[in-house]
C-alpha cells in the first residue's frame, strides 16, 4: 500500500498538468462531490475530499494553497456528516416517540436500504422502524407508524445536513486555496 501511495505521489506527471488543467480536473471534481450530496448514487463528500487532494498533488503546496491540515478538517467533516447521516433515521424515530427497537430497525433500515438506491434511503429506514416496532416491540400500527414516520424525518434532516456539510467542504477548500493558505 506504501509503495503505490509513493509511485501515485512521486508520478513525473503531476508537474505538468498545468494550473488551468489542474483547476479543471477540481471544479470537475467539485461539481461531481456536490452533486453527490444531493445524489446518493455518490459519495459526495469523498469526491470532495479526492477533489482537494488531486488539487494538492496537480499544483504542489505553493502552487494550491492548501495546507496539510484542511485535508484533516475536511476527512472530519466527511467522517461526522456520514455517522450523522447514517443514524439520523434511527435519532428520528426516537423523537417521534419510537422505542429502541424501532430505532434499531431505522438503522438496519437505513443500512439495508443503501443497496435499493435511490427509494431505499427513505423506505428502508421506514420499513425497518415499522417493522421492528410491530414485531420486536409489540407496538399497534399507529404507533409502529409513527415511529416509521419519525424515521423518514430523520433521515431527510440527515440528507439535509448532508448538503449543508457539502456546501461547507466545498467553502473550506476556497478559503483556504485563496485566503488561509495564503
Do not use: N
Amino acid at each position: 500500500m506504501i509503495g503505490m501511495w509513493e509511485s501515485l505521489i512521486g508520478w513525473a506527471g503531476w508537474g505538468t498538468v498545468g494550473t488551468v488543467g489542474a483547476w479543471i480536473v477540481t471544479a470537475c471534481l467539485l461539481i461531481a462531490g456536490m452533486i453527490g450530496c444531493v445524489l446518493p448514487v455518490l459519495p459526495g463528500h469523498l469526491i470532495l475530499l479526492i477533489a482537494a487532494i488531486a488539487h494538492r498533488l496537480m499544483l504542489g503546496r505553493e502552487g494550491s494553497g492548501l495546507d496539510w491540515w484542511s485535508f484533516l478538517v475536511l476527512a472530519v467533516l466527511m467522517a461526522a456528516s456520514q455517522a450523522f447521516e447514517l443514524y439520523s433515521g434511527a435519532a428520528g424515530t426516537r423523537w417521534f416517540g419510537g422505542t429502541r427497537w424501532g430505532a434499531f430497525g431505522a438503522f438496519v433500515g437505513s443500512i439495508v436500504g443503501m443497496f435499493f438506491m435511490p427509494f431505499g434511503l427513505l423506505l428502508g429506514p421506514l420499513i425497518g422502524a415499522l417493522a421492528f416496532e410491530l414485531i420486536f416491540a409489540r407496538k399497534e400500527l399507529k404507533h409502529a407508524t409513527v415511529s416509521g414516520v419519525g424515521s423518514v424525518v430523520g433521515t431527510v434532516t440527515g440528507l439535509v445536513v448532508k448538503l449543508a456539510v457539502g456546501v461547507l467542504m466545498l467553502l473550506w477548500f476556497f478559503l483556504d486555496v485563496f485566503w488561509i493558505g495564503k
